[in-house]
């Protein structure tokens, strides 16, 4: 596509329900990022990818978050048993794997919580 | 480990003048990227600028342009003929130069408004 696209834009869910997050990275690029951002603070790294292969997961919170990108293309980010401390802006990532480092964000997912 | 330091939570200035935004980091790494990405009340994220370590040359892109001081690891924003257009959040990120993994470390932000 021609930009990087994620959804659901909003979700509300309750506690201890699982959530999926997806990201379509702009077509080409190699490398996927997450990231999450509360309100009024900056981003934190999450998780990375190349191709399909989850290069560094430092990022994660704890065991109840995992990310996947199984053919290399679309990539899901999945909370399960949320807490109202998930919530946040779940931001994705795509760039390319060399030379121009610029990375382009999609729009986000609002995750609520309740 | 990388971090990265925004030191002014909030400024506002006036339509048509100068604003910096300050940003010092912390590495031991000699090449990186520094970033200075917006973030307007759409909460989307949008490059404002780059600059390579290895350049000395300060980055410029129209009105926004870089003050880079890698000894002192500086990397100030300064936005020219402010408009009100340029209302935002703005976060300062850090890139490592080596390896393929491209994550970016932020700064906490510095909330610019324009008055008019």
């Known amino acids: 596509g021609a930009g990087v696209s994620q959804s659901p834009r909003y979700k509300v869910t309750k506690r201890g329900q699982d959530v999926a997050l997806r990201c379509d990275p702009i077509s080409g690029h190699v490398s996927l990022y997450w990231y999450r951002q509360a309100l009024g603070q900056g981003p934190e790294f999450l998780t990375y990818?190349?191709?399909?292969?989850?290069?560094?997961k430092s990022g994660l919170p704890n065991d109840r978050f995992s990310a996947e990108r199984p053919e290399g293309s679309i990539s899901t980010l999945t909370i399960q048993r949320t807490e109202q401390r998930d919530s946040a802006m779940y931001r994705c990532?795509?760039?390319?794997?060399?030379?121009?480092?610029?990375?382009?964000f999609g729009q986000g997912t609002r995750l609520t919580v309740v | 480990a990388q971090t990265v330091t925004q030191s002014q939570p909030e400024m506002s200035v006036q339509e048509a003048e100068t604003v910096t935004l300050s940003c010092t980091y912390d590495?031991?790494?000699?090449?990186?990227?520094l970033f200075w990405y917006k973030q307007p009340p759409s909460r989307q994220m949008i490059l404002v600028i780059r600059q390579e370590a290895y350049k000395q040359q300060n980055a410029t892109e129209n009105r926004f342009s870089v003050n880079f001081q890698k000894a002192a690891k500086s990397f100030s924003l300064k936005i020219s003929d402010s408009q009100l257009g340029d209302t935002a959040m703005y976060f300062c990120?850090?890139?490592?130069?080596?390896?393929?993994?491209?994550?970016?470390?932020w700064g906490l932000g510095t909330s610019l408004a324009v008055n008019p």
């Open positions: 590495t031991s790494e000699n090449n990186y990227y």
């Open positions: 990532a795509s760039s390319k794997l060399q030379g121009n480092t610029e990375a382009f």
């Open positions: 990818f190349n191709y399909e292969a989850q290069q560094d």
């Open positions: 990120a850090f890139m490592r130069g080596a390896g393929n993994n491209r994550k970016l470390i």
